[in-house]
């Protein structure tokens, strides 16, 4: 059973896709910026492919759509890769002074309730919520956000502009961010009351 949803795409249940192999893809990059990203002398490549993982994100959902392999993996696959992506370049950039703490809690702490709140019952429920455009803006306003704002505090070219775009990608993300959480809370609920 789902609950109410943005992306009403049939799915199969087919594993072996090029859009979940994108995905996890994606997951499987994750040591690789972050062991970049801590070392002082190719923090700059870490960020860059960091950024490039990040980029990529809309990539394994649009090539399903548009191949007929929407998958019930690629389903959870997909945000699964996003949110593990950008934590793990959250703590990394963190670890090296290149993002402020309190603005990836901000990130995590919603990460975390709606994983909590939402994927625990739900899995309990045998119930699934799909992705919303409100959390899929989101997303990708922070994915913007955390490498600028990283870029910018690094002193790497066109610093001063690169960090101004990041806050402000970041204020509108942060914000969607919540709305999002807001309204899969509210997709919890009704799915649960069925």
Avoid: H
Wanted: with cysteine; hydrophobic share 55%; charged share 15%.
């Amino acid at each position: 059973m789902k609950g109410t949803a943005g992306d009403s795409s049939p799915a199969s249940t087919r594993v072996l896709t090029v859009p979940n192999l994108i995905s996890s893809a994606r997951i499987a990059c994750i040591p690789i910026f972050w062991i970049l990203i801590v070392d002082p002398d190719s923090t700059l490549v870490g960020l860059l492919v960091f950024s490039g993982v990040v980029a990529t994100d809309w990539v394994d959902g649009a090539i399903a759509r548009r191949t007929g392999q929407v998958s019930d993996l690629g389903k959870i696959l997909d945000p699964v890769a996003d949110r593990l992506v950008i934590l793990a370049g959250l703590f990394a950039l963190v670890a090296v002074d290149a993002f402020p703490p309190w603005a990836a809690a901000l990130i995590v702490i919603r990460d975390l309730a709606v994983l909590v709140a939402g994927g625990v019952l739900l899995t309990r429920r045998k119930l699934r919520i799909d992705v919303r455009w409100v959390g899929k803006l989101a997303t990708f306003s922070l994915m913007a956000a955390i490498p600028w704002i990283a870029w910018g505090t690094l002193g790497y070219a066109l610093a001063d502009a690169v960090f101004v775009c990041g806050w402000v990608a970041y204020t509108i993300g942060i914000i969607e961010y919540y709305v999002a959480a807001g309204v899969y809370v509210r997709d919890i609920r009704a799915a649960v009351v069925r």
